[in-house]
Nanobody
Framework: QVQLVESGGGLVQAGGSLSVSCAAS????????MGWFRQAPGKEREFVAR????????GYADSVKGRFTISRDNAKNTVYLQMNSLKPEDTAVYYC???????????????WGQGTQVTVSS
């Protein structure tokens, strides 16, 4: 059974920075691509960023490109999301998830964390 546990969310002012982490259990972390998604109240869950198994490939939603950076440390079974120049519209619950593919559709991800709240005040 795979468990993903996010941490690092919180409250930050617009223009500030925040980093969230996702720690995975098990010995197969490096065999999977990972993604970050977010969901704001009343909205559908949306793709934020993805990273390949060895970290050599990344992809971002247009809304966060140039501001967010995804990375991973396979030795620590952890994936990170560094968020800079945060905007109020970035406020959401942020989830990490695992996939065998390279899709941005949440339906292609099989394991999810419980989420961590990120709130950006104006």
């Amino acid at each position: 059974q795979v468990q993903l546990v996010e941490s690092g969310g919180g409250l930050v002012q617009a223009g500030g920075s925040l980093s969230v982490s996702c720690a995975a259990s098990g010995r197969t972390f490096s065999s999977y691509n990972m993604g970050w998604f977010r969901q704001a109240p009343g909205k559908e869950r949306e793709f934020v960023a993805r990273i390949s198994r060895n970290g050599g490939g990344t992809g971002y939603a247009d809304s966060v490109k140039g501001r967010f950076t995804i990375s991973r440390d396979n030795a620590k079974n952890t994936v990170y999301l560094q968020m800079n120049s945060l905007k109020p519209e970035d406020t959401a619950v942020y989830y990490c998830a695992r996939t065998s593919g390279w899709s941005i559709s949440p339906y292609e991800y099989d394991y999810w964390g419980q989420g961590t709240q990120v709130t950006v005040s104006s």
